[in-house]
Nanobody, 118 residues
Framework: QVHLVESGGGSVEAGGSLKLSCAAS????????MGWFRQAPGKEREEVATIDVFGSTVYADSVKGRFTISKENGKNTLCLQMNSLKPEDTAMYYC????????????WGQGTQVTVSS
C-alpha cells in the first residue's frame, strides 16, 4: 500500500520560511509525477507545484519565485521549500503522486498544516 507522509509544517511569521517533506513508501518518487497541493478552510484545493520525472516544474502564480519543489531521490522524498511566506499561504498542504506518463495523481498524503501570521 502506498504511503505518503508529509512533515515540516508549523506556524511562522510573515516573511519566514518552512521546508515541507513528503516521505514515500512503495511508490518511487524518481519515477513518479509528484505534486504539492494546499487547501485553506472554505476554499477549494489548489495545486501549488508539480515536478515530473524529467525534473520539469510548474508553479502556481501565487507562489512563483517563493516556493521550490524538489525530489531527494536517495531518500525517496519530495520537498517544498517555502520562502517569504504570506498569511495567504496558510493552509493544509498535501503531497500527491501519480504515474510518470500521465499528469494525474492517484495517491495522497494526510497533509501538514502551515500557518502564517501577519
Amino acid at each position: 500500500q502506498v504511503h505518503l507522509v508529509e512533515s515540516g509544517g508549523g506556524s511562522v511569521e510573515a516573511g519566514g520560511s518552512l521546508k515541507l517533506s513528503c516521505a514515500a513508501s512503495v511508490v518511487t518518487i524518481s519515477n513518479s509525477y509528484m505534486g504539492w497541493f494546499r487547501q485553506a478552510p472554505g476554499k477549494e484545493r489548489e495545486e501549488v507545484a508539480t515536478i515530473d520525472v524529467f525534473g520539469s516544474t510548474v508553479y502556481a502564480d501565487s507562489v512563483k519565485g517563493r516556493f521550490t519543489i524538489s525530489k531527494e531521490n536517495g531518500k525517496n522524498t519530495l520537498c517544498l521549500q517555502m520562502n517569504s511566506l504570506k498569511p495567504e499561504d496558510t493552509a493544509m498542504y498535501y503531497c500527491a503522486a501519480g504515474p510518470w506518463n500521465f499528469r494525474r495523481f492517484d495517491y495522497w498524503g494526510q497533509g501538514t498544516q502551515v500557518t502564517v501570521s501577519s
